[in-house]
């Protein structure tokens, strides 16, 4: 595993109380986000033996897994760190194209589920001196929580997702006591070699 790419914090005070958000209608086959949607913020970041890294998301009072591509994962990490890398990545980019262009990002939201793939949507605000406009923008989970720890945007979860997912609160307390027990030298996963962590999860 590697351990560069092992990441989290402790949980805010955020728990899974719905609120009301203020949409415009989106476009394409995607839910409108006008539903209830949750507060939550990235937990933690850990590599699985898929080869992909997992990303956990929520609150106190829950949160679920989304796999991510290793570079996304890594950009997610760095910006969990407060990292930058030398030259621009992606999501950096197109932060520095948002300020250009004075566009500010307001929020994501974690809107849809379907056929173990989760949606989100990026909602944009960009002004200029005659009028502001608002644009929500349809992209993957991974990107949209990258740009959201760039910008220090908060992030949402629709209930309707909220209420689907599994709760893997549990998962990631053992995942952290496990890297408590290695950095005190008490050993690992039991001696048995495998990562008990991980099952099956929707993928981003």
């Known amino acids: 595993m590697a351990i560069l790419e092992i990441v989290f914090r402790a949980r805010s005070g955020f728990r899974g109380r719905a609120r009301r958000l203020p949409s415009l209608a989106a476009r394409g086959s995607h839910r409108v986000v006008n539903a209830e949607v949750i507060r939550v913020e990235v937990l933690g970041v850990f590599p699985t033996e898929q080869q992909t890294l997992?990303?956990?998301?929520g609150n106190q009072e829950k949160c679920f897994v989304i796999h991510v591509e290793p570079v996304v994962g890594r950009a997610i990490a760095m910006s969990?760190?407060?990292e930058r890398s030398e030259r621009p990545l992606t999501h950096e980019l197109v932060g520095l194209?948002?300020?250009a262009f004075?566009?500010?990002l307001e929020r994501v939201v974690i809107n849809d589920l379907r056929s173990n793939t989760y949606f989100a949507r990026l909602m944009l605000k960009a002004e200029n001196e005659i009028h502001t406009k608002h644009v929500e923008?349809?992209?993957r989970p991974s990107d949209s929580i990258a740009l959201a720890l760039q910008a220090e945007a908060p992030i949402y979860v629709s209930d309707v997702v909220w209420d689907e997912v599994d709760d893997r609160s549990e998962e990631l307390e053992k995942i952290k006591q496990a890297l408590r027990d290695?950095?005190?030298g008490l050993g690992g996963s039991g001696g048995s070699g495998k990562d008990p962590f991980f099952d099956d999860d929707e993928d981003d």
Do not use: H
């Open 102 to 104: 004075d566009v500010a």
């Open 54 to 57: 997992a990303i956990f998301v």
């Open 80 to 82: 969990m760190r407060g």
């Open 137 to 139: 923008i349809d992209a």
């Open 97 to 99: 194209i948002f300020q």
């Open 182 to 184: 290695k950095q005190l």
